[in-house]
């Protein structure tokens, strides 16, 4: 199958590994120190989204941390999901309308719970400081569901 390269581009993503988001922050905690900006005590670099990780950090992160992103053109019509607690950012490079779901797989319920703490931790006039994942909710609700269908198995 080949490669259709004459795509209309609308954004460019760079996606991190969710392992990665702490050295993410001690770095964008490092650039904002030498450049004399202050990121108050519980605020999150990353969160807050205060920096762009342009070509000179990206290289910065990768000989200091050794992380390396995936970057993702996104075209015309694609959709791009993002890993639970990766750490991303995106550039639009035409107009672009954003639609966004969260989605709580088991398979990363541990990062999803992750976040939801990392969410808490920001002062409360953060815009991310509510539990936008409800995760308990989705967990005690998946239970008790699991719980009824296996009660009316044992039932019959």
Known sequence: MEEDLSCKMGALWHIY???DADKIRHLLRTVAEEEGREIEGRNDPIHDQIFYLDVELRKRLLAEYGVKG???LQCLGDAVFI???APHQVRNLHSCIKIAE???SPEHLAHCVKLT???RQLPETHANHEDKLQVK???FHSVKDAVGVLSKETAV
């Open 70 to 72: 995936w970057a993702i």
């Open 137 to 139: 909710n989705i967990i």
């Open 17 to 19: 590994a969710a392992e």
């Open 102 to 104: 969260d989605f709580v």
């Open 117 to 119: 703490h990392e969410f």
């Open 83 to 85: 890993p639970a607690g």
